[in-house]
C-alpha cells in the first residue's frame, strides 16, 4: 500500500446556506470563514487527510501532557481497507509522530505497513473494539493523571458543569477487567461491547477512552474533554461541598447542541490549525 500522496489540506472555507446544517454554531449568513467538512474524491486523499489528522492528534496529546512512557494509542480506520487501522508506532513520544511513522494494523495484530512495532495493550484493546464494532473510526486512550485518578473511583461523571453535560448519559464505566494490564485478547473482548453507542467509556483503574463513529478529530477532542471533566469533577469533589447538579432535561439538551461527533470535529480544528502553525513537521 506504498504511495505517494500529496499532503491534503482542508483550511476554512466561506459558509453558504444552501449546505444542510448539523448544528446551531454553523453561521446562517453567508460568506463568512467557517470550518467546512472535507469531501474526498479518492480513497488516497481520504488516507492521508485520516494520517495527518492522526499524527495531528498525537501531537495535541504531547501539549496536554498526556504522554506516559510508551502508554496512549490513538487509532483511525483505513478508508479503503476498514478491515484495518492506523495508530502510533510504539515507544514513539506523542510529540514525536508524524504521518511517515504511523503503522497500518489489521485486527490481528499485524503491521501491515510501516517499520515500527504495535503497542500490544493497544491492539488487544483497540483492535477488539474496531472489530466489534464497524461504524466506529476512531479510538483514543491515554495514561492521564486526572482520568486514571477518576476511573480509580468506579463512578459515572457527574452532569455538574456545561463541559460535563456533553458526556450526560454518553458514557460507561467499566468494572470488569478493573486493574488488569490488557495483554490477553480475552480482555479487549470483554470489555468491547461497552463502547457501543457511546463517545467515552472510563474503565476502571485504568483510565479513559473515547471513540467516534465521524473522525479522529472528534475522537481526539472528545478524550481532551473528558480528562479536563475528571479533573473538575475531583476538585469539586476536594472542596468539600456538595455540587449542584444540571437537571437531567437541560444536560440532555447541553449534550444535544454541544456534545455531538461534529461538535468534536469542530472544536478540534482550533487545535489542528495551532498544530499546522508551529509544528509542520508533523506532516513529514
Same mark, same amino acid.
Given at each position: 500500500? =506504498?504511495?505517494?500522496?500529496? #499532503? ?20 446562517? /449568513?453567508?460568506?463568512?470563514? *467557517? ?12 488516507? =492521508? ?14 501539549? /496536554?501532557?498526556?504522554?506516559?512512557? *510508551? ?36 485486527? &490481528?495484530? &499485524? ?8 503497542? #500490544?495493550?493497544?491492539? +488487544? ?54 486493574? =488488569? +494490564?490488557? +495483554? ?19 474503565? /476502571? ?27 473538575? /469533577? ?20 447541553? #449534550? ?12 478540534? =480544528? ?15
Amino acid at each position: 500500500m =506504498q504511495e505517494t500522496i500529496e #499532503r491534503t489540506e482542508t483550511p476554512p472555507q466561506q459558509a453558504t446556506t444552501a449546505k444542510p446544517r448539523v448544528s446551531i454554531y454553523q453561521p446562517t /449568513q453567508e460568506g463568512l470563514i *467557517f470550518p467546512e467538512l472535507p469531501i474526498f474524491e479518492t480513497h488516497a486523499k481520504e488516507r =492521508q487527510h485520516r494520517k495527518e489528522r492522526l499524527a495531528a492528534a498525537c501531537r495535541a496529546f504531547a501539549l /496536554q501532557g498526556f504522554d506516559y512512557g *510508551f502508554a496512549g494509542h490513538l487509532t483511525i480506520r483505513d478508508p479503503e481497507f476498514p478491515e484495518l487501522y492506523w495508530t502510533n508506532p510504539m515507544c514513539v513520544h506523542f510529540s514525536n509522530v508524524k504521518v511517515s511513522n504511523l503503522i497500518l494494523v489489521d485486527h &490481528k495484530g &499485524k503491521v501491515v505497513e510501516g517499520t515500527h512495532a504495535v503497542n #500490544r495493550a493497544g491492539f +488487544v484493546l483497540h483492535a477488539a473494539v474496531h472489530e466489534a464494532h464497524p461504524e466506529i473510526l476512531a479510538m483514543c486512550h491515554a495514561h492521564t493523571v486526572y482520568g486514571t485518578a477518576f476511573a480509580s473511583l468506579g463512578r459515572d461523571l457527574e452532569p455538574i458543569t456545561q463541559d460535563a453535560c456533553a458526556f450526560f448519559e454518553d458514557h460507561r464505566v467499566i468494572r470488569s477487567e478493573a486493574g =488488569q +494490564v490488557a +495483554v490477553e485478547e480475552r480482555a479487549g473482548l470483554t470489555v468491547a461491547d461497552y463502547f457501543k453507542g457511546v463517545k467515552a467509556v472510563v474503565h /476502571q483503574n485504568h483510565g479513559l477512552f473515547s471513540s467516534s463513529t465521524h473522525s479522529i478529530d472528534s475522537a481526539c477532542f472528545w478524550f481532551i474533554a473528558l480528562e479536563r471533566c475528571c479533573r473538575q /469533577q475531583l476538585l469539586v469533589d476536594a472542596s468539600g461541598h456538595k455540587p449542584v447538579p444540571v437537571t437531567e432535561q437541560r444536560a440532555r439538551y447541553s #449534550r444535544e447542541h454541544v456534545g455531538s461527533d461534529y461538535i468534536g470535529w469542530l472544536h478540534f =480544528q482550533t487545535i489542528y490549525d495551532q498544530l499546522v502553525r508551529h509544528q509542520p513537521d508533523l506532516f513529514d
